[in-house]
């Protein structure tokens, strides 16, 4: 008995530990397992799923200290019971995820040894044989080293387990198993053998036959029976071959766009599986890395789960100067683990990945006749230009004169300067800019956000916009622009509506405001269709209703009313 018992020890010891260790090579990974079956329709315990990192942590750092403990002798009651309880409730997990067919995959042994529900049950009752010899002759797990020497090694598997989780948890798996590792193809992830397996089906047809159901077995041919057909049962006896990589797709518009970028030559891919649960602090430097690559010829695009919307606020607010793409949420979840993490791609082989920690690890390199993606010169200058359009008028909205001072000293005015005629000095750059934007409207039109970036390309917007005179000629090119999304389209709602108000027409969005000397005080200038406005205004891209913007505008007390042009007028 002491040889089986030895026997047991080494088997469910080395067993634990390795599992363990390939769990905590990916924490993370497993945690999302656990999501699985937390989730409604599995085991219902939606409450833990915040939790599910957490859980994880626990389960793989418990399961690699009890197969140290047992190797070592260690505790031998506590471990002992600790692996019949562990054992008993994942026999259990896997004979109900096998039975009802819950979790196809129960991550036993992360992505390194994929198992099916039923060789997970199999492999669980086996070990369960094993723990149960342990747990009844425990006598006979004789310890190793003494007391204090065995304390030890435990206390630095514990010390090494929370260094293990730290280093994949801020950076990615030290060993990566899916099939999204560095140095693997995608398109080649995606392809199917031409001897590869094919599912077998079988098919249950049913017919009423002289009163009675009769059920007629083929494999997928009708077959020929008399009487009247009532249905027919699908089921899937054998799999077919399943590609490692089937659920990877770039889309957007409807449109698939795998194959047009899997076929770049260097392509940076941000991924952001959710947006709702992204670290924010990782598109810092996102957006510098992605700006250096595009500076350097690289294409860069994103990939998330989320809404389109979703994607496009996180753009504007981070000023990522690429578009995203849809990919599913479990398939991105296994590219990388990071959120957001980082992909160079050569024509679909992924050669570098790296967690958003990482990014500066990323080497990008200057491509030969590779055409940059933005135009930094012309960047630079708009830059320039931006800060120009707004020098004055800082000063100008300046609450009081000590808020002044204080904001001219910042910009390095003198104090003539800034206590001179703002309004005067502000006009002569706004006059010098224009002519600058001017000469780019004629040579390339507006300079968006493919060509500059963002924010950049409201620049050249600001600059029409604070050149009321100009806004008729380049009204057009602007809705061009908006058009095409190169800019936001609430600044050409904006332009638009300055526009018709210095026309003395009605606005559409409702964005234009004035305030008379007279009776008339504050107001918001007629609108066009005013029971619609809050619709159009919502389709533009604005987030307040004319009642709240109208508030922003003019005070809390405002209280907005709608108006015609002739009551103006009066």
């Known amino acids: 008995m002491k040889i089986l018992v030895g026997i047991s020890r080494i088997v469910v010891g080395i067993l634990f530990i390795f599992s363990g260790l390939i769990k905590l ?115 006979h797990i004789t310890p190793f080293f003494t007391r204090n020497i065995r304390s030890l090694i435990i206390f630095i598997g514990f010390i090494a387990c929370l260094g293990i989780t730290y280093h994949v948890l801020m950076h990615l798996p030290i060993i990566d198993f899916r099939p999204y590792k560095i140095g693997a193809n995608i398109q ?38 008399k009487g009247e057909f009532l249905g027919v049962e699908t ?33 940076i891919v941000v991924v952001a599986y959710n947006l709702t649960k992204s670290e924010k602090d990782g598109f810092f430097p996102v957006s510098d890395i992605t700006n250096e690559a595009l500076k ?88 320039s230009i931006g800060v120009l359009d707004q020098r004055y008028r800082k000063l100008m909205q300046a609450k009081d004169a000590e808020t002044r001072a204080t904001l001219g000293e910042e910009m390095g005015l003198t104090p003539e300067e800034y206590n001179g005629d703002l309004w005067a000095m502000q006009t002569v750059l706004d006059s010098s800019n224009m002519l600058f934007v001017e000469k780019v409207f004629k040579n390339m039109g507006y300079p968006g956000k493919t060509t500059v970036g963002e924010p950049t390309n409201t620049v050249a917007w600001y600059v029409v916009q604070h050149n009321p005179d100009k806004i008729p000629e380049y009204l057009p090119l602007i809705k061009e622009a908006g058009k095409n999304k190169e800019i936001p389209f609430r600044l050409v709602a904006m332009m638009e509506d300055r526009y018709l108000m210095n026309q003395g027409k009605p606005q559409i969005y409702g964005t234009q405001g004035r305030t008379y000397d007279d009776e008339r005080g504050n107001l918001i200038w007629p609108i066009e269709n005013p029971e619609t406005v809050n619709e159009r205004r919502k389709e533009a891209g604005f987030d307040q209703t004319i009642e709240e913007y109208a508030k922003v505008l003019f005070g809390d007390d405002f209280e907005y009313k709608a108006l015609t042009i002739e009551a103006v007028k009066e």
């Open 296 to 383: 350097k010829g690289y294409k860069v695009i994103g990939l998330s789960a989320s809404s389109k919307e979703r994607t496009q606020t996180l753009a504007d607010r981070y000023k990522l100067n690429f578009d995203f793409y849809f990919c599913d949420e479990t398939t991105l979840k296994t590219i990388v683990r990071s959120n957001p993490g980082v992909l160079h791609l050569q024509n679909g082989t992924i050669k570098q990945k790296v967690h958003w920690n990482d990014i500066n690890t990323l080497k990008l390199q200057e491509l030969d006749g590779a055409i940059p993606q933005l135009d930094f010169n012309l960047k630079k200058r708009l830059d």
């Open 235 to 267: 089921t899937e006896i054998q799999a077919g071959y399943v590609p490692p990589i089937h659920d990877f797709t770039i889309e957007r518009d409807g449109q698939n766009y795998v194959d047009k970028f899997l076929n770049e030559e260097n392509l």
């Open 25 to 139: 090579n990916d924490p993370i990974g497993f945690s999302f397992k656990l999501q699985d079956y937390f989730a409604p329709g599995v085991l219902d315990l939606e409450f833990l799923i915040p939790y599910s990192l957490l859980i994880a942590i626990f389960i793989v750092i418990f399961e690699v200290l009890l197969g140290v403990m047992l190797l070592v002798g260690y505790l031998r009651k506590f471990t002992v019971w600790s692996l019949l309880l562990m054992i008993v409730f994942f026999t259990f997990l896997t004979f109900y995820s096998a039975y009802f067919n819950k979790v196809t995959d129960c991550g036993c042994f992360g992505d390194a040894i994929k198992l099916t529900p039923w060789e997970s049950f199999t492999k669980d009752v086996i070990l369960l044989v094993f723990i149960l010899i342990l747990f009844i002759w425990s006598k």
């Open 188 to 225: 080649e992830g995606m392809s199917i053998p031409n001897d590869a397996q094919k599912p077998v089906y079988q098919y249950d047809w049913k017919f009423k036959v002289d009163g009675e159901e009769k059920i007629v077995t083929t494999k997928g041919d009708y077959p020929t029976q």
